[in-house]
C-alpha cells in the first residue's frame, strides 16, 4: 500500500481557497487517490476520487500531476462548515471479487475562522 | 443505495465486561466489511476486514474479535474489555466505484 503524508493541521478564514497536498511517493500503477472528509464523532464522508489531472465536482477539486507522486485538494471558498479533518487515501479499486484495504492517516485537520 | 446500520451509538462499560457492537448493511449483496477504531485525537486505525462469509482478516493483534455470520452483518466482540479499548468505532463497506461509505460510528468508553 503507498503511504501518504499529509500536514497535520492547516488554518484559513472564511471564502478563502484552500489547498491541501498529500504526498505518495510509491503509488503503483493501478492505484486511484480518494479523499475523504471527517466531522467530529461521525463516521468519514467521500468528497472525491481521481486517477491524473484533475476531477472537478461540486465539493472540491483534485488535481494529480503527471507523476502521481502527490495529489491537491482545492477546497473552493471555504465555510465554517468545512472545519473537519480530512484524508487523503491511496490503493487500488479490484474488480468486484477483490478487496480493498483503505489505510488512513491521521490526517489533515483544516480550522476555518470567522 | 447502501445503507450501513450501526448500533449502539454510545456505550459505557467497566474493564473487564465484554463487548458485542454490530453492523448491517442494506442495498448490496457480497460487500466487502471493515471495522475501523479512532481514539481521541488520532486517525482512523483499520482493526478486521472481511471480504464475505466467515473469512475474517486481523490488522492489528489486540483484545478484540470479529465475525462475519451472514453475508450484510459484521461483529465486533471481546470477551474482557480494556481501559484502551476505549474509541470510536467505525463500520465501513466498500462501495467500489464511489470509495468507502461509514456508518454512523458507536462511542465507547471503558471505565
Known amino acids: 500500500l503507498a503511504k501518504t503524508t499529509q500536514p497535520i493541521s492547516m488554518d484559513s478564514y472564511e471564502g478563502q481557497e484552500v489547498n491541501i497536498t498529500c504526498s505518495h511517493n510509491?503509488?503503483?500503477?493501478?492505484?486511484?487517490i480518494t479523499w475523504y472528509q471527517q466531522f467530529p464523532s461521525q463516521g468519514p464522508r467521500f468528497i472525491i476520487q481521481g486517477y491524473k489531472t484533475k476531477v472537478t465536482n461540486e465539493v472540491a477539486s483534485l488535481f494529480i500531476p503527471a507523476d502521481r507522486k502527490s495529489s491537491t485538494l482545492s477546497l473552493p471558498r471555504v465555510s465554517l462548515s468545512d472545519t473537519a479533518v480530512y484524508y487523503c487515501?491511496?490503493?487500488?479499486?479490484?474488480?468486484?471479487?477483490?478487496?480493498?484495504?483503505?489505510?488512513f492517516g491521521r490526517g489533515t485537520s483544516l480550522i476555518v475562522h470567522p | 443505495s447502501q445503507t450501513i446500520h450501526q448500533w449502539p451509538a454510545t456505550l459505557v462499560q467497566p474493564v473487564g465486561s465484554p463487548l458485542s457492537l454490530e453492523c448491517t448493511v442494506e442495498?448490496?449483496?457480497?460487500?466487502?466489511l471493515y471495522w475501523y477504531r479512532q481514539a481521541a485525537g488520532r486517525g482512523l486505525q483499520l482493526l478486521f476486514y472481511s471480504v464475505g462469509i466467515g473469512q475474517i482478516s486481523s490488522e492489528v493483534p489486540q483484545n478484540l474479535s470479529a465475525s462475519r455470520p451472514q453475508d450484510r452483518q459484521f461483529i465486533l466482540s471481546s470477551k474482557k474489555l480494556l481501559l484502551s479499548d476505549s474509541g470510536f468505532y467505525l463500520c465501513a463497506i466498500d462501495a467500489r466505484a464511489y470509495g468507502y461509505t461509514f456508518g454512523s460510528g458507536t462511542r465507547l468508553t471503558v471505565v
Open positions: 442495498g448490496t449483496s457480497n460487500p466487502n
Open positions: 487515501l491511496v490503493g487500488d479499486i479490484k474488480p468486484l471479487g477483490g478487496s480493498y484495504i483503505p489505510t
Open positions: 510509491n503509488i503503483a500503477t493501478n492505484d486511484y
